[in-house]
């Protein structure tokens, strides 16, 4: 029998929220898990986005996700000097192609007002093609964002993940909640494929399953999440490259298509959005696939996918949730059917920017019901990312072999990692037990070869640190193994 | 950071291009030499390839892969030729700086004389190829999959599909059936074989693997692993025909869809590209725009046969020691104007030559082969021609163009003078 778990809180979900409020509470002088069902932290739509720090112009005034965004565009500038997190304010521009659009500028520039997002201007079509050289002739002029930003997506879940471990807090991972126990109108406990875990309080980041937990509890039986699809192309750092995020004129499908920069230098276009019948099913489209190519080129008219290093999918977890007088938002609340939960649900976009912001908001709510939040005095809130031998110096790659000869030898060519980035990865704080973990952590594979150089040189080294044989290494966690057998073991 | 001078020539990658270029740069007049190889042992690919049909032009022997590789470390082992392997080369200038490390003598700075490329080719993945479906584990592209089988020692899948016709697919489908595997259909997305036609008969129709032609993949499904793919037929202009689409269990994809030279370092050091082979613009001594870089082998564009990229690497070992021996270090760039020449391009039928530029001047009895890649399936006998205007300067005959065949002409001195007669200008190579 396993041995009940018992926390003060425990989040459920290691994605970008789940992360965020963890690393807030870790503040504090409680005891806090976070429960994940996946190998790892940040495996769900957290990790495929478009990794846009918004600056706040696009949601609906008055919103839970106007107010998140525009807070947490403020906080994640703040958070990421302590996290080590990659993160350039690059501003964006939101291009009118035509007299029709070009009218549509001046209603969004009000509603980034009301929002109370700062630096807001609109361009003339003079300086938007003087600042980005590559947009189509026919734009007429464009919202300037000076506050939005591009992020390395992974480690803006790792750094406050790992920074919530180094302070205490636990990471069940494999963990997918199956059942919940109630009794008396409050969340006792929830039953885990790793046996029960209790807690005072439950926080439901679940992303796109957030629905199915509040379902398991008979809360907002009517809230319903949603996947929509966003397919993406990835270009070789060499192809082009844009300075700002540039975005269409948004619709009511969303900002639509973007054209941007990886902070990894490479450039990106997406998404398409389209509504799916499996929440699992990250497989790319061939019509989507020409669909934000036909998109991205009405800006960008010289992009072409003979650039294209990489394709993926990522799936926005959309709610139904609309607050009176209002479209739909986030539904961030403490539940009021049943007693120690609190609901992150239907945090699509911009809900990774929104993270530090909603994590603030769970101390808040926390703090309205009562739970004392005394501050831990040896709290430590930095945390630093595995050293890049890519971005070093000549000298500085001298001294850092010299210090660690694993430095000395490459794993991935394109990425130009070494393997003592890959041994970090393996004994981070939140340890990578799998390719994609260890992918996530050092861009290994991410180049133009795609892993053909680095699988079996990453494999062995994953073997050898964790005692497994080759035949047990997986792409992602169970399910997922890269080799059957040895050779000369017979016929299947 | 110190910088060590000592060498001539570096050749950077010991595959058989480098291999061959280390062999005669020191050969040319013993040069001091250094071979830098990113792997642990020599050979390059060839130790993974043990499949035959390497050597019968170089050592009139049908040899298996690695065989091959040990006949030139056999007399490369004779030679005072250092050699630095588990080395990557991180950076190449202009200037000839070459930055390498590796974990027992750290990072080091070298600047020699003149430098060989010879880093071969890597492999198109799936995604230059836009593959729809999910990012599960058991999409492999060939080599890798040949590295997993025959360095490793592992099996990557049970039940396979390769997609791609190319030489490592085919070679593959045969070796995972003797391993015990099922391959259950190779795909083509042109109408036509595009690996060797030998290769067809000895590792597909021997063991009744079937072949698709004008087929492709239309979707990959399975979130962890490779569950299963959809196949879709395609028309004359590859446009999927729908209603066509067939769905085929399995675990594994192999990709076997083309092969791109490797240029990163070429790039950094400013070496012109040619848009035809995606690798250096190369002229006969195998000699790259920037001043003491040569190149040979996959690097400069996708040989069909091992033996004519040793002798590409010969041709660049041997220019590379004579460059740097400096007797002509200052009348090569001078003279470069007035030396007789030709500039070569691909014209119909063609998709790329080496070398682009042919130099006539101090052949000193040695040979130069102009080596084409057809672009069409020609299966007939076809009239090879280099033109200048229009004006046939030479020709010959072939018995067909295929795309998986080079096509190699040694020049003969009677087409030598011809070629001379047109010295200085640009001729297009066309098949007719």
Same mark, same amino acid.
């Given at each position: ?41 940040? !495996? ?11 600056? *706040?112009?696009?949601? &609906?005034? @008055? #919103?839970? $996700? /106007? ?98 471990? !180094? ?11 199956? *059942?919940?126990?109630? &009794?008396? @109108? #409050?969340? $006792? /406990? ?98 989507? !696939? ?203 | ?432």
């Amino acid at each position: 029998m396993n041995k009940v778990k018992k926390f003060d809180v425990v989040i459920i979900g290691a994605g970008v929220i789940g992360s965020m409020v963890a690393r807030e509470l870790s503040r504090y002088k409680l005891s806090v898990a976070v429960l994940e069902k996946e190998v790892d932290v940040g !495996m769900g739509q957290s990790s495929s986005n478009s990794a846009i720090i918004h600056s *706040g112009h696009d949601p &609906e005034p @008055g #919103t839970m $996700k /106007a107010r998140m965004n525009v807070r947490g565009n403020e906080l994640w500038y703040k958070i990421v000097p302590e996290l080590d997190i990659p993160l350039e304010k690059t501003g964006a521009l939101i291009v009118a192609v035509g007299p029709e659009e070009q009218a549509g500028l001046y209603p969004l520039l009000e509603q980034g007002q009301k929002n109370g997002v700062s630096g807001l201007e609109i361009l003339s079509r003079e300086d938007v093609l003087s600042l980005e050289p590559h947009l189509t002739g026919d734009v007429t002029g464009a919202l300037s964002t000076p506050t939005a930003g591009i992020v390395d997506a992974f480690q803006g879940v790792l750094g406050p993940a790992e920074n919530a471990a !180094m302070n205490g807090v636990e990471f069940i991972l494999n963990a997918e909640v199956q *059942g919940v126990v109630v &009794e008396d @109108g #409050t969340l $006792k /406990a929830v039953e885990t494929s790793q046996g029960p875990v209790e807690a005072t309080w439950f926080i439901n980041a679940a992303g796109i399953h957030s629905d199915e937990i509040l379902h398991m509890v008979g809360d907002h039986p009517d809230f319903h999440i949603s996947a929509r699809r966003g397919e993406y192309f990835v270009f070789d750092s060499s192809a082009f490259r844009v300075s700002n995020v540039i975005f269409p004129m948004p619709s009511e499908k969303g900002k639509g298509i973007l054209v941007t920069t990886t902070t990894h230098g490479n450039t990106m276009i997406g998404p398409n959005s389209n509504v799916i019948e499996d929440k699992e099913d990250h497989s790319v489209t061939e019509s989507g !696939m020409s669909e934000i190519l036909d998109g991205a080129r009405r800006l960008v008219p010289m992009i072409s996918p003979r650039h294209v290093i990489s394709t993926f999918a990522g799936l926005r977890a959309t709610g139904n949730y609309k607050p009176p007088g209002h479209g739909k938002d986030f539904l961030l609340e403490v539940s009021k059917s049943v007693k120690g939960l609190i609901t992150l649900a239907g945090v699509e976009s911009p809900g990774y920017v929104s993270a530090p912001a909603i994590a603030e908001y769970v101390a808040e709510m926390l703090r309205g019901e009562g739970v004392v939040l005394e501050e831990k005095p040896d709290w430590n809130p930095k945390r630093s990312r595995i050293p890049r031998f890519k971005d070093m110096s000549h000298d500085e790659r001298k001294e850092i072999i010299r210090e660690n000869p694993a430095y000395g030898r490459i794993v991935c060519r394109c990425e130009e990692v070494t393997e003592g980035e890959v041994l970090q990865a393996i004994h981070s704080p939140i340890p990578a037990t799998t390719y994609d973990a260890i992918k996530r952590r050092t861009w290994l594979g991410t180049g133009r070869c795609q892993g053909s150089f680095d699988y079996p040189r990453t494999m062995e080294i994953l073997a050898r640190e964790l005692g497994m044989s080759m035949t047990e290494i997986t792409k992602k966690g169970p399910g997922s193994v890269f080799l059957y057998r040895r050779t000369k073991e017979g016929v299947v | 950071m110190e910088v060590n001078t000592d060498y001539d020539v570096i050749v950077i990658g010991a595959g058989p291009a480098g291999l061959a270029a280390a062999i005669e740069a020191y050969n040319e007049n013993k040069s001091n030499v250094l071979l830098i190889e990113r792997n642990d042992s020599l050979g390059g690919i060839l130790p993974q390839c043990i499949h035959n049909g390497f050597g019968a032009i170089k050592f009139g022997n049908d040899l298996p892969g690695p065989e091959y590789a040990v006949r030139y470390e056999e007399q490369l082992r004779d030679l005072p030729v250092e050699i630095m392997l588990d080395t990557m080369v991180v950076d190449l200038t202009p200037d000839l700086d070459i930055y390498t490390m590796n974990s027992t003598q750290g990072y080091r700075h070298f600047r020699p004389r003149a430098v060989v490329l010879a880093m071969g080719c890597r492999e198109r993945t799936r995604s230059q190829i836009r593959l729809p479906g999910t990012r599960a584990a058991g999409i492999y592209t060939a080599g890798t999959a040949q590295r997993l089988v025959n360095i490793e020692g592992y099996m990557p899948g049970n039940e396979i599909v390769i997609l791609g016709s190319g030489d490592v697919g085919m070679i593959m489908a045969r070796r995972f059936t003797i391993e015990g595997a099922r391959v259950l259909s190779v795909l083509e997305l042109l109408p036509y074989l595009t690996g060797l036609r030998r290769n067809f008969v000895q590792c597909l129709q021997d063991y009744d693997i079937p072949l698709h032609l004008s087929t492709t993949v239309n979707k990959i499904y399975g979130e962890r692993r490779v569950e299963g793919i959809e196949t879709v037929k395609v028309d004359e202009h590859l446009n999927h025909i729908s209603g066509t689409e067939k769905f085929i269990k399995c675990d594994t994809l192999v990709l076997s869809v083309g092969l791109i030279p490797e240029n990163e370092l070429s790039r950094k050091a400013g070496v012109q590209l040619d848009p035809h082979t995606n690798g250096p613009i190369v002229d006969s001594d195998m000699a790259t725009n920037v001043p003491g870089i040569y190149a040979a082998g996959n690097v400069a564009g996708i040989y069909d046969l091992v033996d004519y990229v040793s002798m590409a690497g010969e041709v660049a070992g041997r220019s590379a020691a004579v460059w740097a021996s400096k007797q002509k270090v200052a009348a090569k760039a001078q003279a470069e104007e007035e030396r007789p020449s030709i500039t070569i391009k691909p014209g119909a039928n063609v998709g790329s030559v080496i070398p682009q530029k042919v130099y006539f001047d101090d052949l000193d009895g040695r040979d130069i082969y102009l080596n084409m890649r057809p672009n069409a399936l020609l299966e007939r006998a076809v009239k090879v021609e280099l033109s200048l205007d229009s004006e046939e300067i030479m020709s010959f005959r072939e018995k067909y163009a295929r795309p998986a065949e080079m096509i190699i002409r040694k020049l003969k001195p009677r087409d030598i003078d011809k070629l001379k007669a047109a010295g200085g200008h640009e001729l297009i190579a066309g098949i007719s």
